[in-house]
């Protein structure tokens, strides 16, 4: 069965998954707030492609981590402080819209299971090896002087953010290598404009579906 962007990556990604380690997809745990027009590609997501589990709190007493609220800006993000995910639009056909929202809840789960953290700190370092952290600017010739990553061999630059500034990330901080990597494994083709992914980074992006 297709997905709305006519794409038979998820389907074929969730089935393999749930034929190996027995973990199912959707949920109903995540209460999306604000914006119901924006939260349109989201609450799909959801209900369809977001692995269950990593809706679930790690940290039990963690009683609110549910509850995610949607608003406006040019520019997609997410605030964990606030626990607001940021839409630029709604449109559910189209695919770098739904691979936002699938990068964009892979953060709720960075916030809801520590674990999936500690995944990626393992795995940037092991990445990066003794590369500096340099803006995209100095690494790309374009791009912000004021955002940052290691070259590495990414698809995609932006999958080896950091948010340390000037120096390497720590253990608990946020990264973008599953967020990029589930876009990748899901949407990741040149006709779709979401983010490529390398075959190592797709590895580590299953492993934590099936695991994480």
Known sequence: MQNEVGDLRPRITQDVVYEMTGRTFGTTQIELTGRDDLAK???LTLERDFPAVWAMPSNPNQASINRVKVEYDS???????TRTILMSNGDTSNPR???TAIHELTHVAESNRAGIKHAEFVFWHQRAGGEKVKSFFAL???G???EFSVGDKWANKYSGRVYSYDKKPARN??????????EGLYYGSKSSGATLIDSEHAAFTLAMVMFG
Do not use: H, V
Not at 75 to 81: E, I
């Open 97 to 99: 819209t739904m691979s």
């Open 41 to 43: 590609p989201l609450a």
């Open 140 to 142: 790309e010739g374009f």
């Open 173 to 182: 901080d946020f990264f973008e290598i599953l967020s990029t990597g589930m």
């Open 144 to 146: 912000p002087k004021n």
């Open 75 to 81: 520019r997609a993000g997410w605030k964990a402080a």
